[in-house]
């Protein structure tokens, strides 16, 4: 008589005891974040936050969610996985505060052929590592193995973050003729525009692990640096009072993100001589002969946030954010009209 055993998940290319093993791993990770309003830990079907042990008495809830984008191929084939999780933290919880809201939690969705607990522990560290620094309790998320799916070492992210504001405290508000905009100073490319990056590494003919043109290290770790985290400070602006709008200067640029929180009637002059281009820019604009025009609706040009402040306000509030670390640049105002209007040339 022969005994024949049945096919198994894990033959099927899911591995269960590796997703156990991953979730063992955050867990200490995940915990650091914990903070007022946190309920539960990992491994449950859901995850609880309690609003008012967070000190809100009438919130109002605001949603973000967003990935990393391309990016991902780079650091997937350097090998460097750790700065992707911050990115994706970064690129939700910095539109939240833009609606005035204090980001509360988030949960992260990764997705892969077949997982690789190192790798994939490596990320989910690094979006606890953003978690942290945003003040941002990492609540949960979900690993998905889906073999067939996705090439050997493939992996793609996704992140959910939530915030909240006490009722009437909405921003954009009070936008008006003669608001000061106040610039914050990136920390590279951040995560939007790798699509066109990657193509232009390829033109110039270096490799991830070239000598960096413009700075010391290699160039894919250069190009791998997260997206600024610009909660703390802004949220401190916010309530230093004065701040009537903010825009996260993600994917179309400055062009495209000002307009986004002005008023109908009301657009944008910056001073394109008020900053000096980073190195990167400087780098992938020769790369590709790419115009002025082109370059500022693609990257944020060295500036990930403008805030619109009021005229009386802008020097107070300029110096409240350099005291909590950021690289402030005062851009323009706003103007009667629509649009971004520059003036001045890139440096």
């Known amino acids: 008589m022969t005994n024949k055993t049945g096919i198994t998940y894990a033959e099927a290319g899911v591995d269960i005891a590796a997703g156990n093993a991953l979730v063992d791993r955050i867990k200490p990770a995940a915990k650091r974040t914990d903070r007022p309003g946190t309920m539960s830990g990992l491994g449950g079907f859901g995850a609880l ?23 991902l191929r780079i650091a997937i084939d350097t090998g460097h996985l750790s700065g992707v999780g911050i990115d994706l ?32 522990a490596q990320v989910i560290e690094g979006i ?14 979900e690993t998905a193995e889906m073999p067939g799916m996705y090439p050997p070492g493939d992996f793609d992210l996704a992140g959910f973050a939530v915030g909240a504001m006490e009722r009437g405290t909405a921003l954009p508000a009070d936008v008006a003729e003669g608001d000061v905009l106040l610039g914050l100073a990136s920390d590279g490319v951040h995560s939007n525009g790798y699509s066109l990056v990657r193509r232009l590494v390829e033109m110039s003919g270096l490799g991830w692990d070239a000598h960096c043109p ?50 109908e009637g009301l657009g944008a002059e910056i001073d394109l001589g008020a900053w000096e281009l980073p190195g990167v820019f400087a780098w992938l604009r020769e790369q590709g002969d790419i115009e002025a025009g082109e370059l ?13 402040v009021a ?11 350099s005291e909590a670390g950021e690289r402030v640049v005062p851009l323009g105002r706003v103007v009667p009209g629509q649009g971004v209007a520059y003036t001045g040339t890139l440096r």
């Open 214 to 263: 413009w700075q010391d290290g290699p160039l894919g770790a250069a190009l791998l640096a997260p997206t600024r985290l610009y909660v703390r400070p802004a949220l401190e602006a916010i309530r230093a009072g004065g701040v009537h709008a903010l825009a996260h200067i993600t994917g179309g640029g400055l062009t495209e993100n000002i307009p986004r929180v002005l008023p």
């Open 128 to 141: 606890a590592e953003g978690c942290a620094r945003a003040r941002c309790a990492l609540i949960g998320g």
């Open 89 to 120: 933290v970064a690129m939700c919880v910095n539109d939240l505060v833009c609606q005035g809201a204090e980001p509360l939690f988030f949960l992260d969705y990764f997705a892969t052929g077949k997982l690789d607990t190192e790798s994939a």
């Open 296 to 308: 500022l609706k693609t990257f944020n040009c060295g500036i990930g946030m403008v805030l619109a």
């Open 49 to 71: 936050f309690d609003l008012k042990a967070a000190g809100f008495s009438d919130p109002v809830l605001v949603a973000a969610t967003d990935g990393v984008g391309t990016k």
């Open 311 to 321: 005229p009386d306000r802008a020097e107070a509030l300029s110096a409240t954010l």
